[in-house]
């Protein structure tokens, strides 16, 4: 089992900053890549980013290409989503996923933490 519990959303406005944290407990040594997924009301769960815990493997979703940044700290087992520029399109419920796989499919995590909210104002 893995354990995976979010953080740092919150209200920004358009053009903002927000940083996500996603620490991670259990057994980590079995999963291969970490991501990120974001789901707005309405809207299917849609791939966001992820990293290896190596570092050496990094996908982002085209959207948020050169506005978001995934990183890890190997330390505490955390994951962080730096998050610039924000659109109003970017709000959601954003979720930290791990996977023993290098996939951006959902279906393909297998555990998935609670969610934490980012709203976006215009």
């Known amino acids: 089992q893995v354990q995976l519990v979010e953080s740092g959303g919150g209200l920004v406005q358009a053009g903002g900053s927000l940083r996500l944290s996603c620490a991670a407990s259990?057994?980590?040594?079995?999963?291969?890549?970490m991501g990120w997924f974001r789901q707005a009301p309405g809207k299917e769960r849609e791939f966001v980013a992820a990293i290896s815990w190596s570092g050496s493997r990094i996908h982002y979703a085209d959207s948020v290409k050169g506005r978001f940044t995934i990183s890890r700290s190997n330390n505490n087992n955390t994951v962080y989503l730096q998050m610039n520029n924000l659109k109003p399109e970017d709000a959601a419920d954003y979720y930290c996923a791990v996977s023993a796989r290098d996939s951006v499919v959902a279906d393909l995590y297998d555990y998935w933490g609670q969610g934490t909210q980012v709203t976006v104002s215009s």
């Open positions: 259990g057994r980590t040594f079995s999963t291969y890549l």
